[in-house]
């Protein structure tokens, strides 16, 4: 669920590119761009990655068909991008990963394993 190394250092590049498309997208005005500032601050930082990712997934939608700040290429990138982080979750590097951490479970061995059980 938290992938270290090389695959962890890609889904934060991949955060980081989710976060700048929703910030350096000029539609909506000054109020629009601060409500968008939340889910990509917290994007970068890695905290709710999936639901984060389905906002942004959302506001392209939005932007897209009402207000018509984006052209068809652009958005579908952009549904590409926060489709496959939705899916794909935030990486090691993440506070989700600090927070929730790996998980192992062990499963002990059953007692009483006889001949032909």
Do not use: W, Y
């Not at 905290?47 to 579908?76: K, M, N, Q, R």
């Not at 899916?87 to 600090?98: F, I, K, N, T």
Request: charged fraction near 10%; aromatic fraction near 6%; include cysteine.
């Amino acid at each position: 669920m938290f992938p270290a190394g090389g695959p962890g250092a890609g889904l934060l590049l991949l955060r980081l590119a989710v976060a700048l498309s929703l910030l350096l997208h000029p539609s909506g005005g000054p109020l629009m761009q601060a409500m968008l500032a939340l889910p990509a601050i917290g994007l970068c930082l890695g905290v709710l990655t999936p639901l984060l990712a389905t906002v942004c997934f959302l506001f392209s939608f939005h932007d897209f068909l009402v207000v018509g700040g984006a052209t068809l290429p652009e958005t579908g990138i952009r549904f590409l991008i926060t489709g496959a982080l939705a899916l794909l979750g935030p990486g090691a590097l993440s506070l989700d990963a600090r927070l929730f951490g790996r998980r192992v479970i062990t499963v002990p061995p059953r007692k009483n394993q006889g001949v032909g059980e």
